[in-house]
């Protein structure tokens, strides 16, 4: 069974930073891509950042300098380092294995939960 759980999730002023943390189970984690999703307050769930299995990164041009995705092949874990916060990151962040890439949540692959990130003005 692939279990996908993400964490690190939280509520902070503009400005502020938060790491989210997503770690994999039941898939190979280094022959995986593995992408970050989000879905705000009457927006779509779209795709935020993206690290392929060789290793190329793709980031959202909307948050491209202020977030950053790396990954822990030991822990079966990959990250998304999120700095100088702005309310309109407020969303549900969502981690998936194997989404191939897609623009769109749920698309394929397998998908966790979601942990809420809140950021007030």
């Known amino acids: 069974e692939v279990q996908v759980v993400e964490s690190g999730g939280g509520s902070v002023q503009a400005g502020g930073s938060l790491r989210l943390s997503c770690t994999v189970s039941?898939?190979?984690?280094?022959?995986?891509?593995m992408g970050w999703y989000r879905q705000g307050p009457g927006n779509e769930c779209r795709l935020v950042s993206l690290?392929?299995?060789?290793?190329?990164?793709y980031i959202k041009d909307s948050v491209e300098g202020r977030f950053t995705i790396s990954q822990d092949n030991a822990k079966n874990t990959v990250y998304l380092q999120m700095n100088s916060l702005k309310p309109e990151d407020t969303a549900l962040y969502y981690c998936?294995?194997?989404?191939?890439?897609?623009?769109?949540?749920?698309?394929?692959?397998?998908w966790g939960q979601g942990t809420q990130v809140t950021v007030s003005s």
């Open positions: 690290i392929s299995s060789d290793g190329s990164t």
């Open positions: 998936a294995a194997d989404s191939g890439g897609s623009w769109y949540c749920r698309h394929k692959g397998y």
């Open positions: 039941g898939l190979t984690f280094d022959a995986s891509d």
